[in-house]
């Protein structure tokens, strides 16, 4: 079995721009998860997984085989698993993955589909939370427009906490996505301040997409202009808006109140 123990080895180097940089992930078609749980639920999500690097100290070699046996397995020692670990605390294996792609075309929908449409998130950490929130009401599909971030970015593998696995994904640009609900008869609610009516007061268990834009600066008018119906989430406080995160669940959960979870 190969071992790697040095820092300044090609292959890890190559290995680091992975983590640091998009167009390394983007060229390469491939990118770092890291720990136990995350690969398995890659894997249980149709993720190919090219290489298995394990720190013997803290995985066995027979812990590493158990989550993919027919996986290159490769040795490292503790420098080499602080160079590529993101984390700082993690379960000594990380594995180098293919990505998959994010059409729109590539998405699998239901006869009634739901989905989340976020237009522009920026931080890693609200896409992170709305893929979990997704997850949690086991959505058909999540829609980013306009992306800002690679979704293969370490931070949003490690804030999603593998949901970024377990979702359908697909980017695409405003114009894109609003022609492909159309074309679907798909229905979409677009949360803003602007002309709009209660989110509670409309119907989602037809083919439903809930929209949301950024806390900055809200949905773009293209969005506003197109949608099935503008809606808001009644606020009673000083500030007239919420995480976005927060946002997209209140408005995931009251769609599967009204389908009956």
Not at 223 to 248: F, H, L, Y
């Amino acid at each position: 079995m190969k071992q790697i123990t040095s820092i300044q080895n090609p292959y890890i180097k190559s290995l680091v721009l992975l983590q640091e940089k998009a167009k390394a992930r983007k060229q390469s078609g491939t990118f770092l998860i890291e720990g136990k749980r995350e690969i398995s639920i890659a894997l249980k999500g149709g993720y190919e997984i090219e290489t298995l690097l394990f720190l013997p100290e803290i995985c066995s070699e027979t812990e590493a085989r158990k989550l993919s046996s027919n996986t290159e397995l490769i040795e490292i020692n503790k420098e080499v698993f602080q160079k590529l670990a993101y984390r700082d605390t993690t379960e000594g294996i990380l594995a180098v993955a293919k990505t998959k792609s994010l059409q729109l075309s590539d998405l699998k929908l239901s006869e009634n589909p739901l989905i989340l449409v976020a237009e522009a998130p920026e931080k890693p950490g609200n896409i992170g939370a709305l893929l979990r929130t997704a997850d949690a009401a086991n959505l058909d599909a999540v829609i980013i427009a306009n992306p800002k971030s690679d979704l293969y970015n370490p931070n949003i593998v490690r804030s999603s906490v593998g949901c970024l696995f377990t979702n359908q994904i697909a980017t695409g640009t405003t114009a894109e996505i609003i022609a492909f609900l159309k074309e679907r008869k798909i229905n979409f609610y677009c949360a803003t301040l602007q002309n709009s009516t209660s989110y509670h007061t409309q119907d989602y268990t037809t083919p439903t997409a809930l929209v949301v834009g950024t806390e900055a600066t809200g949905l773009t008018e293209e969005w506003r202009k197109e949608a099935t119906q503008n809606i808001i989430i009644p606020m009673q406080g000083e500030i007239d808006s919420m995480n976005v995160s927060v946002a997209a669940a209140i408005l995931i959960f009251e769609a599967k109140r009204q389908r009956g979870f």
